[in-house]
């Protein structure tokens, strides 16, 4: 199956630092969706980008199919920007193939 | 006006014990999903319905049972549970593109 890649695992900043983080994958892919998990577990929509570029706010997200990588800059970075950050990708059939993460921890 | 709700929240229960989580979900999509997301945090696909047909199944032991009573609910019935099936299980769902997850139901099996 196709494999999706993180980096860094674990990232820590000071409030107020950029940040990239990126998602490497082995196949193409229909679809590519960036996720938040909060402290409180709950997994949050970010994008939806399996190519091209996207901006909301502080975050933004780029997605270069054919080279098979996607990255989410996360600018001005708060304290509420704590927590996982998940790329998964679907290749066919609706079925979601998640990374194992970034851990990321802003300090005041 | 939650989107994608589950319930319960939390869940504490024996070894050997039955038990079930229930979804339901007020946007309308055709296709829902179950996932499980372990202690280390890694999320995996467990199930997926479309229009209350079984579309996805992946390798997930036969003590788990998937049962969707219209397309707006996916519930999750485990028999026998072991110390193994301690983890967090979210339900999604999506139309054509985004899945939209529920907020997680926090199973710890003793």
Redesign the interface.
Known sequence: GIQVEQSPPDLILQEGANSTLRCNFSDSVN?L?W?H?NPW?????LF?IPSGTKQNGRLSATTVATERYSLLYISSSQTTDSG?Y?C?VETS??????G??TQLTVNP | DTAVSQTPKYLVTQMGNDKSIKCEQNLGHDTMYWYKQDSKKFLKIMFSYNNKELIINETVPNRFSPKSPDKAHLNLHINSLELGDSAVYFCASSADETQYFGPGTRLLVL
């Open positions: 679809n969706q996720f998990q577990g709950q997994l949050i929509n939806y996982v998940f998964a059939g609706s079925r979601l193939t998640f194992e993460g």
